[in-house]
């Protein structure tokens, strides 16, 4: 069975975001295991970090075989921080809207973490103009890092929709998955 772990963004707008992507992805023969974010429930405005990060371990530890990490927004930082700490190790992972931007400002003491996240293969979506961090942010962050491949997308948002032709361009990449 091929494992994928589901990381959404921080809205709650993004449990759609996910649910739609677990529907896609289960369809494509994927067994889907979608975090849901405890701050979604208390009314939190943030995502806990480092509680969603415990939480990512756990999930990762009762998976059988290997997995990937299909994420967006604040569900990509999620994954590098859990994949820089040793305490994952997906085969691959795949986000969408890297929100370099907000790390950057907000949340200074992340940039050590990006900048140790260089060994598992990723693919990143970022749209051109996406208002927190548009595709050319993206390619200069990551260039030069062989394991990370950038593509850029159309569309001046935030969102990364579900759409057929991201659905099969994810699916063929975590096809060995």
């Known amino acids: 069975m091929k494992n994928i772990i589901l990381l959404p963004g921080n809205s709650i707008r993004n449990r759609e975001w996910a649910n739609m992507w677990a529907t896609a992805l289960r369809s494509k023969g994927f067994s889907v295991h979608m975090?849901?974010?405890d701050h979604w429930d208390t009314g939190a405005e943030f995502v806990d970090v480092f509680r969603e990060v415990q939480k990512l371990n756990a999930t990762a530890k009762v998976i059988t075989g290997e997995y990937a990490i299909v994420a967006k927004s604040i569900g990509s930082f999620i994954a590098m921080e859990a994949i820089v700490s040793r305490t994952i190790s997906p085969t691959q992972c795949v986000f969408f809207g890297v929100p370099f931007s907000i790390l950057e400002?907000?949340?200074s003491d992340s940039l050590p973490i990006i900048a140790q996240y260089t060994e598992t293969?990723?693919?990143i979506f970022q749209n051109?103009?996406?208002p927190i961090t548009p595709f050319s942010k993206i390619r200069n962050v990551f260039s030069g890092?062989?394991?990370i491949s950038c593509v850029e997308l159309v569309d001046n948002?935030?969102?990364y929709f579900v759409?057929?032709?991201l659905v099969e361009r994810v699916s063929k990449e975590l096809s060995h998955v």
């Open 128 to 130: 051109n103009g996406d």
């Open 157 to 159: 948002t935030h969102n």
């Open 145 to 147: 890092i062989k394991s």
């Open 105 to 107: 400002k907000e949340l």
């Open 163 to 165: 759409s057929d032709d």
């Open 121 to 123: 293969k990723t693919l």
């Open 35 to 37: 975090q849901q974010y």
